[in-house]
């Protein structure tokens, strides 16, 4: 079997189209809990609020998110961990290929979930 591990996540949420993402991510973080390993987070603007970062650093994460060009006090981020940020792009980008995932049709969300899980399925075979 290939290796798979960062090709598939490891949790996932869907929210409504007005919530924030940070907020979203929270919940995620908080789903896997403390982790023992130096593991990067490598995420994009959108998560970049304190609270999310701060939540980030108690579970153990090293966190690699750029500064919003509005911060007041920015801070140093590895850069070049940073260039790694296309492997979560390049994750999304398979999935919109699937048109039902990127275009929304589905109007129940266990539908959408459904689809999406079918998705992933996919993907995993693909990668065995």
């Known amino acids: 079997m290939g290796a ?3 090709r598939l996540p490891i949790g996932f949420s869907l929210s409504s189209g007005e919530a924030a993402d940070c907020v979203e991510g929270r919940k995620l973080l908080l789903s896997v809990g403390p982790i023992t390993t130096n593991i990067y987070l490598n995420v994009d603007k ?3 609020d304190d609270k999310t970062r701060e939540i980030a650093r108690v579970l153990g994460y090293t966190v690699v998110t750029p500064p919003k060009s509005n911060r007041v006090e920015p801070w140093e981020y590895d850069k070049d961990e940073y260039k790694n940020r296309n492997f979560v792009e390049r994750f999304f980008r398979r ?3 699937y048109r039902r995932i990127c275009t929304r049709y589905d109007k129940l969300d266990i539908m959408f979930l459904n689809y999406f899980i079918f998705a992933l399925i996919v993907e995993l ?3 065995s």
């Open 4 to 6: 798979v591990d960062d």
């Open 46 to 48: 959108a998560y970049e």
């Open 95 to 97: 999935y919109k290929g």
């Open 125 to 127: 075979l693909k990668f």
